[in-house]
């Protein structure tokens, strides 16, 4: 046996858990038939584009929390809790990246889903998975946090998160996680929010269509909500609009605002 200190790079993230131990995560999924977005997809490479799945989800996802309000929410304290309500939608994207070595969690904010179109949000997943966490300004905060002492850092991030009119730029008011390039089924994550979407690979599986067996594309879709802050009813609405989102998905509802009025941030 060896034992070390725990590496400063996931200092952030060890900042993040604690911060959101007081939440009372409830799991449920559902799984969706891709076909309708696999279909897209192909159609966009054949015209030399390219669109990730975490993108649609992020698409969908964005239009049914915004006519979620009492999900697009967040709380804050426990003897005299409040709830906070935002008007727009942000997705936190969870992405897997180096730091001096040592392989982390960052996370982007993606600001007014609710209004970009898939382009635009695809131009933003780009701009996060392909960059370089040592130097884009974006991750800034969180490697600050890496250079503080446990203790420092820990008071630096709650200060920055727990106001409840910041929360949505640091955590967003939906998380979204994906594990969908490995052979995972089901993902169910914790994201800060009070929702977050958990995806799994698309595999092919046996679904009824017409009362016929057939093969479909299908993915795995957990969603983790914070039952402080709604119900399962709430919740399970929630997601199967998500789902129906998805799979009666129509490339012309995906046109939205360009991508030069949607702007970025990052967080832990």
């Given at each position: 046996m060896t034992g070390a200190p725990i590496a400063r790079q996931r200092r952030h993230t060890l900042h993040f858990l604690g911060e959101i131990r007081a939440a009372a995560p409830v799991f449920l999924d559902t799984?969706?038939?891709?076909?309708a977005i696999q279909a897209h997809r192909a159609a966009v490479r054949t015209d030399g584009g390219r669109l990730s799945v975490v993108s649609y989800v992020l698409w969908a996802g964005a239009r049914v929390l915004a006519a979620h309000p009492a999900a697009n929410a967040a709380i804050r304290g426990r003897l005299r809790p409040r709830v906070a309500r935002y008007a727009a939608v942000s997705g936190k994207l969870a992405l897997d990246k180096r730091i001096g070595g040592e392989r982390v969690v960052l996370s982007a904010v993606l600001p007014d889903l609710e209004r970009a179109g898939l382009g635009d949000i695809?131009?933003?997943v780009d701009h996060y998975a392909g960059g370089d966490p040592e130097t884009m300004p974006e991750f800034g905060p969180a490697r600050s946090l890496h250079r503080l002492p446990g203790w420092l850092g820990g008071l630096a991030f709650r200060t920055g998160v727990r106001p409840l009119g910041r929360r949505a730029a640091a955590f967003g008011t939906f998380a979204v996680s994906s594990l969908g390039h490995r052979p995972v089924d089901?993902?169910?994550s914790v994201g800060g929010t009070t929702i977050t979407l958990g995806?799994?690979?698309?595999a092919d599986r046996p679904v009824v269509r017409d009362d016929r067996l057939a093969i479909a594309p299908v993915m795995r879709l957990s969603l983790t909500f914070d039952h402080?802050?709604?119900?399962?009813?709430?919740?399970a609405d929630t997601l199967a609009e998500i789902k129906e989102s998805l799979e009666a998905?129509?490339?012309e509802a995906a046109v939205s605002e360009p991508a030069a009025r949607i702007g970025v941030r990052a967080g832990a």
């Open positions: 799984d969706v038939d891709m076909s695809q131009a933003l089901g993902f169910y995806l799994g690979r698309i402080r802050v709604i119900d399962g009813a709430e919740a998905f129509a490339a």
